[in-house]
């Protein structure tokens, strides 16, 4: 079983930056893959940006096109910690963002192949 929790959103101004942190506890998941996705007010959850396990210490990043260059994540497996570093804001990115954990290692962009995810963090972002 693994728990997350999220921190770090917060109320910012366009062209701001956030970092969004997500505690993995549990057990060790380094070979999880662990993504970021968001749900804006009367949106579905949406897909923002994956961490896919590749064996080893190595994994490949995957963005949301409306994301891609501004947003970046990471992770410190020894902290059992996942990171959005969240660039050049927009009033568009404001959603509550959840971190997501799949046991598998694949970092997919389909919520349903999560098993693990944590209750969200507010990001608003003002013009």
């Known amino acids: 079983q693994v728990q997350l929790v999220e921190s770090g959103g917060g109320l910012v101004q366009a062209g701001d930056s956030l970092r969004l942190s997500c505690a993995a506890s549990g057990r060790t998941f380094s070979s999880y893959g662990a993504g970021w996705f968001r749900q804006a007010p009367g949106k579905e959850r949406e897909f923002v940006a994956a961490?896919?396990?590749?064996?080893?210490?190595?994994?490949?990043?995957d963005y949301a096109d409306s994301v891609k260059g501004r947003f970046t994540i990471s992770r410190d497996n020894a902290k059992n910690m996942v990171y959005l570093r969240m660039n050049s804001l927009r009033p568009e990115d404001t959603a509550v963002y959840h971190c997501?954990?799949?046991?598998?290692?694949?970092?997919?962009?389909?919520?349903?192949?999560?098993?693990?995810w944590g209750q969200g963090t507010q990001v608003t972002v003002s013009s």
């Open positions: 961490l896919r396990w590749s064996g080893g210490s190595i994994y490949y990043t």
């Open positions: 997501a954990a799949d046991a598998s290692g694949g970092g997919s962009r389909e919520q349903r192949r999560y098993g693990y």
